[in-house]
C-alpha cells in the first residue's frame, strides 16, 4: 500500500509559477511511475507529467515546455514545477504512483485568475 499526500496548490495570476510537491509513503524507487495528473470541471482526469524510476520523463501535450517534474529518492518525493500557468491549467492537481497497482493522492487545487 502506498499513500501519497500533495501540498502546494493555491490561487495564482496567470504567468506566474506554482510547484507542487508529494510525499510518497513508501521508497520510491520501487515503484515503477509517478506521475501528476488533473482534472477540471466536467472534464476527465487527463494526464500531465510522468516520471520513471529510470527519470524518463513525458508530459501532456499541452504542457509545451511549462512544467517540470523531479523525483527525490532521499526524501521519496515527486515535485511539479509549472511555470507560464494559464487560465486553462485551473483544476485539481493529483500525485500518482504505479507498481502493480495504481495509487492516488487526495488531490490539490490549483486555480489561475487575475
Known amino acids: 500500500q502506498v499513500q501519497l499526500e500533495e501540498s502546494g496548490g493555491g490561487l495564482v495570476q496567470p504567468g506566474a509559477s506554482l510547484r507542487l510537491s508529494c510525499a510518497v509513503s513508501r521508497n520510491i524507487d520501487s515503484l515503477n511511475f509517478l506521475g501528476w495528473y488533473r482534472q477540471a470541471p466536467g472534464k476527465e482526469r487527463e494526464m500531465v507529467a510522468l516520471?520513471?524510476?529510470?527519470?524518463?520523463?513525458r508530459y501532456g501535450d499541452f504542457v509545451k515546455g511549462r512544467f517540470s517534474i523531479s523525483r527525490d529518492s532521499a526524501k521519496n518525493t515527486v515535485d511539479l514545477q509549472m511555470n507560464s500557468l494559464k487560465p486553462e491549467d485551473t483544476a485539481v492537481y493529483y500525485c500518482n504512483a504505479k507498481d502493480q497497482r495504481n495509487y492516488w493522492g487526495q488531490g490539490t487545487q490549483v486555480t489561475v485568475s487575475s
Open positions: 516520471i520513471s524510476r529510470r527519470d524518463t520523463t
